[in-house]
């Protein structure tokens, strides 16, 4: 399926979908995104298809229903449990979405899409994204990219063969508070002063593996056509290392993309520790902590990072980037989010009257007879930010991906910056298998 005028496609959505493309960019047009009616779509619809309707493709579902001028035209999921629910779901708000449980199937019957949503497991990343984009589709990608740094480099290269839109699902990129914090606090106040040091970590409680209703288990051979061993590989796919890269990969690459981002650079190294400590019946580490050096403008910088599943200790998820002058923790969990002022820093008052900052009533300073050693530092004095995101998470970058499917934008992490990204979380299980620091060569970071 190509955007080309062509015998063999449907005149009616080839207008449409160029109009999408085309008209609204050319015309300088922005859309007033008048809420439509749910089950009667505008002809100016987004027609799209949601591949994966697990725990990650219902969050994004959920998210998707608030978005005006989407079409839901097909559901697709082996299980038919999930590709149940999928379709059940969106019945239930207006639409009529077909179900298939082969997404070859799909793309050969649904010839009026214009954009999928892929949220299967990340060893199908590659190959249903590049099926999809070949099809003339545009793509939103959960992260990781794929389970191998080949499968995530061939993603890139079909996107610039094909010239289609391939946003990948690093969803804080487009979150508002880590936007105000990296070129607001950052960039143009630069509150931390010169960062030296970052910390970041994902804690979670031990939980017990995935199950699933005995009536709804998926046939054997079914399985292994789709590359499983079983259904509990099926249902627990993330800890499988023919699957997918571990928590490194499914929790980290949120954090460390952070990392590279606010920084605007790769690290040259990596150091790793790990091990499949508690769980038997799991292949990847349910713990890894590892240490990147970066070699920045403002001189040497080293994160550590920490992803652990048997205890969630410690505070939950953040990633705190620690300067001379002051530190910035930044997390999804507004409750996490705090700026910190060092007592040499420069006055904040401007910050404040400027809305950047904002008092934070804090704890109370400990009195000085609590003090341990001399030389403690003084208590921090705490800021928030005053920026509140008011929707589901992972509905920005959505909404950021559709409007520049419409031309109204571009994307806030195309597969380019985020292979460039995690092309330094591929190196970490390596790292931990090596027992020793692994540097990155230029090459690591191209496509």
Same mark, same amino acid.
């Given at each position: ?24 960019? &050319? ?91 892929? &949220? ?176 920045? &403008? ?117 597969? *380019? ?13 390596? &790292?931990?298998?090596?027992?020793? *620091? ?10």
């Amino acid at each position: 399926m190509t955007d080309s005028p062509s015998p063999q496609l449907n005149p009616t959505s080839w207008s449409r979908r160029g109009f999408l493309k085309t008209g609204l960019a &050319a015309g300088g047009m922005v859309l007033a995104a008048p809420a439509v009616l749910r089950g009667q779509p505008s002809a100016n619809a987004i027609n799209i298809a949601l591949v994966g309707v697990g725990s990650q493709g219902r969050v994004l579902l959920d998210s998707m229903l608030n978005i005006p001028e989407l079409n839901f035209v097909a559901v697709c999921d082996i299980w038919e449990l999930s590709q149940r629910y999928g379709v059940n779901r969106l019945k239930k708000a207006g639409f009529n979405p077909n179900g298939y449980t082969d997404i070859e199937d799909m793309l050969a019957k649904e010839q009026n899409l214009d954009a999928v949503i892929i &949220a299967t497991p990340d060893f199908w990343h590659a190959p249903h994204t590049n099926m999809c984009l070949k099809a003339g589709l545009h793509v939103y990608c959960e992260k990781m990219m794929a389970h191998t740094v080949e499968s995530a480099r061939s993603m890139v290269q079909t996107m610039r063969e094909t010239g289609k839109l391939l946003q990948i699902g690093h969803q804080r990129r487009s979150n508002p508070r880590y936007l105000h914090a990296l070129h607001n606090i950052i960039e143009k106040a630069k509150i931390p002063g010169r960062i030296t040091n970052i910390n970041g970590q994902w804690n979670r409680a031990v939980s017990e593996d995935l199950g699933w209703p005995k009536r709804y288990e998926i046939p054997a051979d079914t399985l292994q056509r789709y590359g499983f061993k079983d259904m509990h590989q099926f249902r627990n796919w993330r800890w499988f290392k023919d699957l997918s890269g571990g928590p490194i990969s499914d929790l980290g690459a949120h954090q460390i993309d952070i990392f590279n981002w606010f920084l605007g650079t790769g690290p040259k190294s990596v150091m790793a520790s790990g091990g499949a400590d508690y769980y038997d019946t799991h292949e990847w580490y349910d713990n890894v902590m590892a240490i990147f050096e970066y070699d920045t &403008a403002q001189g040497p910088v080293r994160a550590f990072y920490q992803v652990l599943t048997t205890t969630s200790a410690g505070g939950g998820y953040f990633e705190q980037f620690m300067g001379d002058e002051g530190s910035v923790k930044i997390s999804e969990n507004p409750n996490l989010t705090k700026v910190y002022r060092e007592d040499r820093a420069p006055d904040w008052e401007k910050w404040i009257e400027l809305n950047y900052l904002r008092r934070s009533a804090g704890a109370p300073a400990p009195k000085e007879a609590a003090t341990v050693d001399v030389r403690e530092t003084a208590p921090l004095v705490a800021y928030d930010l005053p920026v509140v995101l008011d929707k589901p998470l992972h509905q920005p970058h959505l909404e950021n991906f559709f409007a520049a499917v419409r031309g109204q934008a571009k994307l806030n992490c195309d597969a *380019a910056h985020a292979f460039e990204s995690e092309a330094a979380i591929f190196k970490v299980n390596p &790292a931990v298998a090596a027992r020793k *620091a692994l540097d990155f060569t230029p090459e690591d970071f191209k496509a």
